[in-house]
């Protein structure tokens, strides 16, 4: 798919995935259907806005480490509860 455009909010939307949900980039990529190099430049642009100071804290990474994976894991959840609902009505 060269040449195609994304909007910023797609590209917003993928960052977060990234960094927010903890998702690998690869893994991100392949679901949108870009290429990894499209989501590493995004990752770039749109990542922090603020200067990488650096982890003072090895308790902050931890920390973000875990909210990034719990984000992550409750969406799964939310999923595989709509998935159970939508085949339990197909049942009927």
């Known amino acids: 798919m060269s040449g195609m455009r994304y909007t ?8 977060a995935q990234v960094t927010d949900r ?16 499209s989501v590493y430049d995004w990752v770039k642009r749109y990542g922090s806005q603020e200067p990488n100071q650096g ?7 931890e920390n973000r480490r875990l909210k990034a994976e719990l984000a992550r894991v409750t969406e799964e959840r ?15």
């Open 8 to 15: 910023e909010e797609f590209k917003r939307d993928a960052v």
């Open 22 to 37: 903890g998702y690998s980039v690869k893994s991100v990529a392949d679901r949108l259907g870009v290429c990894t190099k």
């Open 55 to 61: 982890i003072v804290d090895e308790g902050q990474a």
């Open 78 to 92: 939310d999923i595989l509860k709509k998935a159970a609902a939508y085949f339990a009505s197909e049942c009927r």
